[in-house]
């Protein structure tokens, strides 16, 4: 019998809509400097508007997800997009911290109808069940395929232009993501079961079992540390690092100053995680996941401490970049599969959706108290530590879940 093949149109698509969205995504914190340069403002206040943009995004989520389920995934998609870009532009035009901080609202809803929620969930139902572990982490990966050049391109743009022209720049290429939508058919592949369930009988079975609520928490601390290293690595090793060594190793490929340093560690994260969600995504078509998940997360507890506690210097932030980035979205083909697995196929969008929003709630706290935390000591290195923590509880709290098929869908 032939083996189903694992790219197909569906993940191809899939991926080069991940991409690009993540890409502009992950630029945010290379901003951090110039706009708050621009206008003086306080680390906190643009940090908010992020923070803010990573809890609609988490609200967003869910909606997206039912929206994809009720009316179809492309409509969702092109809603999701036409909103990226219109909150881009918005965003370029704001002069107030308030003004950004509402902006922000689209593009987090933005990001939501173009991110994992409504992708994963169209690969998923587009995958054989033996291709499924594989084929979200290679569509995860896709996302930090833009992070290698979503930080470096915001760098390079900000040579040449203004931040407010970047991000209109962002909002076409946002638009243009959509050439791929065409391809984005995938069949509705789910049991009878699930296909004469409504969306309430399965969300109030999930919301009864103990192993949903603690998936919901699990995915805390990675919305946490993510978020608060994209927004603000740039900006702390920009600020806190050693010097670079003129005519040395890292002068002498073109990283000249820490604001560079700090856009490159961000790409040497994307590259790593890419690796690291494909690997991820093929061992959890081998071994439980919940136990790859705990992994995961004592992992990056152990990285985060000694990150900490050893002297900044450029060959420490490539290498923790390094590290990290093995371990950045792996968590992600692990979660989302383990929702697909226990819950079904038919509501993937809205379960992972809800479950996401545990992950942006995370980002939120996490990017805000980078910005007031810093306004208030002047460093990063509490709200480093409270990473740490929360990431040792996800790791303990994934050991209890029950990682078998829901009953009523056997």
Same mark, same amino acid.
């Given at each position: 019998?032939?083996?189903?093949?694992?790219?197909?149109?569906?993940?191809?698509?899939?991926?080069?809509?991940?991409?690009?969205? /993540?890409?502009?995504?992950?630029?945010?914190?290379? /901003?951090?400097?110039?706009?708050?340069?621009?206008?003086?403002?306080?680390?906190?206040e643009?940090? =908010?508007?992020i923070?803010? *943009?990573?809890?609609?995004?988490?609200?967003? *989520?869910?909606?997206?997800?039912?929206?994809?389920?009720?009316?179809?995934?492309? +409509?969702?998609?092109?809603?999701?997009?036409?909103?990226?870009?219109?909150?881009?532009?918005? $965003?370029?035009?704001?002069?107030?911290?308030? *003004?950004?901080?509402?902006?922000?609202?689209?593009?987090?809803?933005?990001?939501?109808?173009?991110?994992?929620?409504?992708?994963?969930?169209?690969?998923?139902r587009?995958?054989?069940?033996?291709?499924? $572990?594989?084929?979200l982490?290679?569509?995860?990966?896709?996302g930090?395929?833009?992070?290698?050049?979503?930080?470096?391109?915001?760098? &390079?743009?900000?040579?040449?232009?203004?931040?407010?022209?970047?991000?209109v720049?962002?909002?076409g290429?946002v638009l243009?993501?959509?050439?791929?939508?065409?391809f984005?058919?995938?069949?509705?592949?789910?049991?009878?079961?699930?296909?004469?369930e $409504?969306?309430?009988?399965?969300?109030?079975?999930? #919301?009864?079992?103990?192993? #949903?609520?603690?998936i919901?928490?699990?995915?805390?601390?990675c919305?946490? *540390?993510l978020?608060?290293?994209?927004?603000?690595? %740039?900006? #702390?090793?920009?600020?806190?690092?050693?010097?670079?060594?003129?005519?040395?190793?890292?002068?002498?490929?073109?990283?000249?100053t820490?604001s560079?340093?700090?856009?490159? $560690?961000?790409a040497?994260?994307?590259? #790593?995680?890419?690796?690291?969600t494909?690997?991820?995504?093929?061992?959890g078509?081998?071994? %439980?996941? +919940?136990?790859?998940?705990?992994?995961?997360?004592?992992?990056?507890?152990?990285v985060?401490?000694?990150?900490?506690?050893?002297?900044?210097?450029?060959?420490?932030? =490539?290498?923790?970049s390094a590290?990290?980035?093995?371990?950045?979205?792996?968590?992600?083909?692990?979660?989302?599969?383990?929702?697909?697995?226990i819950?079904?196929?038919?509501?993937?969008?809205?379960l992972?959706?809800?479950?996401?929003?545990?992950?942006?709630?995370?980002?939120?706290?996490?990017?805000?108290?980078?910005g007031? &935390?810093y306004? &208030?000591?002047?460093?990063y290195?509490l709200?480093w530590?409270?990473?740490?923590?929360?990431?040792?509880?996800?790791?303990?709290?994934?050991?209890?879940?029950?990682?078998?098929r829901d009953?009523?869908?056997?």
């Amino acid at each position: 019998m032939t083996r189903a093949p694992v790219f197909t149109p569906v993940l191809i698509a899939g991926c080069v809509i991940l991409m690009l969205s /993540f890409a502009i995504r992950a630029s945010f914190g290379v /901003f951090q400097i110039p706009v708050a340069d621009t206008f003086g403002w306080a680390r906190a206040e643009f940090s =908010l508007a992020i923070a803010i *943009q990573n809890l609609a995004w988490g609200i967003g *989520q869910p909606i997206f997800g039912a929206l994809a389920e009720r009316f179809g995934d492309r +409509k969702a998609i092109i809603a999701g997009a036409v909103t990226y870009a219109a909150g881009l532009v918005l $965003s370029a035009t704001a002069t107030t911290p308030f *003004q950004m901080q509402a902006w922000e609202v689209l593009v987090g809803f933005g990001i939501a109808g173009t991110g994992f929620g409504v992708i994963l969930a169209v690969v998923g139902r587009a995958s054989s069940p033996q291709n499924r $572990s594989m084929a979200l982490g290679i569509a995860t990966a896709a996302g930090s395929a833009g992070q290698i050049i979503g930080a470096p391109m915001a760098e &390079l743009l900000l040579g040449r232009m203004d931040w407010p022209m970047v991000f209109v720049v962002f909002a076409g290429v946002v638009l243009v993501s959509l050439l791929a939508l065409p391809f984005m058919r995938a069949p509705a592949l789910a049991s009878r079961t699930e296909l004469e369930e $409504s969306m309430g009988q399965v969300l109030s079975r999930a #919301f009864r079992d103990p192993t #949903f609520a603690m998936i919901f928490l699990g995915f805390f601390s990675c919305g946490y *540390q993510l978020a608060f290293i994209t927004a603000h690595f %740039p900006a #702390f090793i920009a600020e806190f690092c050693g010097p670079l060594h003129p005519g040395g190793l890292l002068t002498g490929v073109g990283i000249a100053t820490t604001s560079a340093l700090g856009a490159v $560690s961000i790409a040497v994260i994307g590259v #790593f995680n890419i690796m690291g969600t494909i690997t991820a995504g093929w061992l959890g078509a081998h071994y %439980p996941r +919940k136990y790859l998940l705990f992994g995961i997360y004592v992992a990056r507890t152990i990285v985060g401490a000694w990150f900490i506690l050893t002297p900044m210097t450029p060959p420490t932030v =490539l290498l923790f970049s390094a590290l990290m980035g093995t371990l950045w979205l792996a968590t992600v083909p692990l979660t989302s599969g383990l929702v697909a697995h226990i819950y079904g196929l038919r509501y993937m969008g809205t379960l992972y959706g809800i479950v996401f929003f545990s992950h942006q709630l995370g980002g939120f706290l996490g990017v805000w108290l980078g910005g007031a &935390l810093y306004d &208030l000591y002047g460093n990063y290195t509490l709200v480093w530590w409270i990473g740490v923590g929360v990431g040792a509880f996800s790791a303990l709290i994934h050991l209890p879940i029950r990682e078998r098929r829901d009953v009523a869908l056997a």
